[in-house]
């Protein structure tokens, strides 16, 4: 007793003194004080200042939809009753907060115009002082899981309402728990951009429209018959249903509620469209033709699609799955009809802010626009959006559906005039697309580089694996002894990374060495919500804890995969970080005698000599100015903040013992065999692990399988079929071959068949189809004929006109005589 009664008077006295000296973190978030912390490092280190949970807070849960309404409480924070909360996003939205009965903080998050992390900062009074701060993660709908959604009921149905044959009622069903009430109300909002577009006075707005229903049961069901709206309202097109309790007033702004995804609002469009939806949707095809004449054109400045399925998904650090076509998940591609699998480019154009997406088919070849409707398509909008959001065509979601998606709706899917959509959204093909280079770290740490040069260095400390001024990127590894005790051999444990001006990511190792930690700034991300994070000059993309993807503006991609306790780490780079790499991954300019080349100039001579080739590796030994990395705990400050960053004490085995007693001999032999069996051996024999021995096998063989995936294709671009013919074959890479025939009563003039040759020419001569002579012969005698059959239908006819004129003279002679 007496020692906890010492205890809590020793943590009032530091907490008297700190705030004595003025050392709280009261908008002090992330400084570090002389006596205690209120950086986010200080809970591992236990130095954190004692009010550090009150004022630098966190949320749960810590994300939710960028079209807000979001419930979610403020952790370890202390309120009363009486508080009054107001939580303030991105220093300019604020919205009411409650108080539970368990004396929790609540904020309600609002509808936002951006994705990614946004400042949080909340009051207890109402808004006089906001002392208390925080971030909240504002999430694209389409990354968003569904269980955090409304859902439309046979969602198809509802985008095509109204066109022939689809009618009837329309469901909705959601979570009862996103909508704390007994009832709701369904109410549609709509989304618009005003404005001349790339203007400054370039809006985007959503706004409420009308309830399709009030004070309904919150059941999680609902069902209705549509009809054409009124007063106007039928005029929008794109919106969303939101279910909010129904004691707030229609339309009132950031109240809890769930959403349905944005969509195109069919089911309530006017009378006409339900009379005749394609003519309505032509109407809407040719105005939509007519403004893109005027638009500026962004496609020479979005970047090419790769040739193959393969590339595609290989070349992570620039491209990656479209959510609306993924192979992982079935392949329902109901936009790219024959697709099997899309990716988008990660980064928007710089200036149009325009995104590229590539399909592809079952074969992995790429599925063009001119020869099928599901083919890849520009984007004058990018789906995600792009930095720095907020405006058209920024705004994540909604610019790409009012540019990019409502249009395929009019000329596409409502009515069948795909050429004026596809003359403005041409696939791009593949002929200008390079593929990146490639370089890996794995094992007790061996290492391949850009340019294919292998070797070992199991260097003890903090190393440069990359840097390049030119682009700014550094990337730097962290290595550790495998036993401290009896393995002479280090394994890779962190990498740290930061293409200025970005926030710094690292990827670490947790403790027991069973999973991934991503740090953003170093500060522990969480990815039990959502596996895609949108920061500040980077994406960071993890599935799951072993699994982490790193891509920076450039297009550079860093790749993390934890297999049998240790990181293997791929590095990708276009082709514009050639000529300006250094470091472990050597120099990325296709020559590999100068790969090893140490951090003062000099070149490593001879590449099969470990002792200079350890000593390459540890003039890549970073300093305390330039390290990267996160140090929370005191091993990782005395074991590599407060001494140097190479261990010079620590001294590996260079070369695998070959011993015959060996009891892991034999497991060597079964599990390392052929092309970088020398790297698998030496994790077996000198690391002691069969384990990570066949880690290593398994990540050299992955890397090899991607510089494969990741070979220049060679491609002769889209082959046009003949007019008044057809062709056969729709890939157009080295070897494809394309058959070329024309229609009845034409004749193929030029090659039949014709080959993609390796410098990217097709082979043969250009076809056309002509009129056939005997056809020509043909057409002539039918015409020689119908004039004849003419001729002798008109002599017959004037001849027997003749004729009764002649028996009505008879006649007339008769008669008269008669009288």
């Known amino acids: 007793m007496m020692e906890r009664s010492t205890a809590v008077i020793f943590v009032l006295l530091i907490l008297c003194i700190c705030r004595t000296l003025g050392q709280t973190c009261e908008g002090n978030c992330g400084v570090k004080f002389d006596l205690c912390s209120c950086h986010s490092t200080c809970m591992s280190l236990e130095y954190c200042c004692t009010d550090y949970k009150e004022y630098c807070v966190e949320v749960f849960p810590y994300s939710g939809s960028i079209l807000g309404g979001t419930d979610f409480i403020v952790l370890k924070a202390s309120f009363n009753k009486s508080s009054e909360i107001i939580c303030r996003f991105n220093h ?41 701060v925080g971030a909240w993660l504002s999430v694209h709908t389409g990354k968003l899981a569904a269980q955090f959604k409304a859902t439309m009921v046979n969602s198809t149905k509802w985008q095509y309402y109204g066109t022939a044959d689809v009618g009837g009622t329309l469901k909705m069903t959601w979570n009862t728990s996103l909508v704390s009430a007994e009832r709701v109300n369904i109410e549609l909002w709509g989304y618009s951009e005003t404005g001349k577009p790339y203007s400054d006075n370039w809006q985007g707005e959503w706004e409420y429209l009308y309830s399709l229903a009030k004070d309904q049961p919150n059941s999680g069901s609902f069902s209705f018959l549509p009809k054409p709206a009124e007063n106007g309202f039928s005029s929008w097109e794109l919106g969303s249903l939101r279910i ?15 959403w349905t995804e944005d969509h195109a609002l069919a089911w309530h469009l006017e009378e006409k469209f339900r009379q005749n939806s ?67 480019a990660i980064q928007a154009s710089p200036r149009y802010a325009a995104g590229q997406q590539c399909c592809y088919d079952s074969t992995g070849a790429q599925v063009l626009t001119a020869d099928s409707i599901g083919g890849s398509t520009p984007d004058r909008a990018h789906d995600w959006g792009s930095p720095p959001y907020k405006k058209p065509p920024r705004i994540p979601g909604e610019s790409h559906w009012v ?13 069948d005039n795909c050429n004026y959509y596809f003359k403005h959204r041409p696939s791009s093909d593949c002929r200008s697309y390079q593929s990146p280079s490639s370089a890996v770290v794995f094992g007790d740490p061996h290492f391949i580089t850009f340019d294919g040069v292998s070797y070992s260095f199991n260097g003890n400390g903090e190393y440069t694996l990359v840097t390049s001024a030119k682009k700014r990127l550094t990337i730097q590894g962290r290595t550790e002894p495998v036993n401290r005790t009896t393995i002479k051999a280090t394994k890779l444990t962190a990498v ?35 596996s895609w994070m949108d920061l500040h000059g980077v994406f960071v993309f993890s599935p799951a804890s072993t699994n982490v993807t790193v891509m920076f503006p450039s297009g550079a991609g860093v790749e993390v995969r934890l297999r049998e306790g240790t990181m293997t780490t791929t590095v990708l780079l276009p082709e514009e970080f050639k000529d ?24 490593v001579l001879n590449l099969t000599n470990p002792e200079e080739v350890f000593s390459f590796g540890a003039s890549w030994a970073i300093s305390n100015n330039s390290a990267l990395f996160t140090y929370d ?18 001294v590996p085995v260079f070369s695998v013992p070959e011993s015959p007693d060996d009891p892991l001999a034999n497991q060597a032999s079964e599990i390392c065999s052929g092309e970088g069996s020398q790297f698998c051996r030496y994790d077996i024999l000198v690391g002691r692990s069969p384990s990570m021995g066949n880690a290593t096998k398994v990540s050299f063989q992955s890397h090899i399988s991607l510089v494969e995936d990741l070979k220049r294709v060679i491609s002769c671009g889209w082959l046009s079929p003949p007019k008044n013919g057809k062709k056969k074959g729709t890939t157009y890479v080295q070897g494809a071959k394309v058959q070329l025939s024309c229609d009845d009563g034409y004749t193929l003039k030029g090659s039949a068949e014709r080959i993609c040759q390796e410098n990217g020419q097709w082979s043969g001569d250009d076809s056309n189809c002509v009129v056939s002579s005997n056809f020509a012969g043909i057409v002539a005698g039918s015409v020689i004929g119908a004039v004849a059959l003419i001729v002798i239908i008109t002599t017959i006819i004037l001849h027997s006109r003749k004729q009764k004129r002649k028996d009505a003279r008879s006649e007339e002679a008769v008669t008269c005589e008669a009288l």
């Open 92 to 132: 300019n939205i604020n919205t009411v907060g409650y108080v539970d009965e368990n004396s929790r903080g609540h904020c309600i998050s609002p509808l936002l115009y951006e994705t990614g992390w946004v400042p949080l900062h909340i009051s207890s009074d109402n808004g006089t002082t906001f002392s208390r």
């Open 244 to 258: 909010s309790p129904s004691n707030y007033p229609d339309g009132m702004w950031n109240v809890q509620a769930v």
């Open 278 to 344: 394609t003519v309505w949707a032509l109407e809407k095809c040719l105005a939509w033709d007519q403004l893109e004449n005027q638009l500026p054109n962004f496609l020479s400045e979005i970047i090419d699609c790769p040739c193959t399925l393969a590339q595609a998904r290989a070349d992570t650090g620039r491209f990656h799955t479209d959510y609306g076509c993924d192979i992982e998940k079935g392949s329902v591609c109901t936009y790219h009809p024959g697709s099997v699998h899309c990716v988008r």
């Open 403 to 415: 540019y990019d998606v409502l249009s395929f709706y009019y000329c596409c899917l409502w009515s």
């Open 496 to 530: 740290a990374m930061k293409e200025t001006p970005s926030d710094v990511i690292e990827v670490r190792l947790v403790s027991g060495h069973n999973g991934l930690e991503v740090l953003q700034n170093q500060k522990t991300l969480s990815f039990s919500e959502q």
């Open 580 to 603: 300006s790499t250094l470091g472990l991954l050597g120099k990325m300019n296709g020559d590999a005698k100068d790969d090893l080349t140490l951090s003062n100039g000099q070149l």
């Open 633 to 650: 705990s005191n091993y990782l400050l005395d074991t590599y903040y407060y001494v140097p960053r190479h261990d010079h004490t620590f």
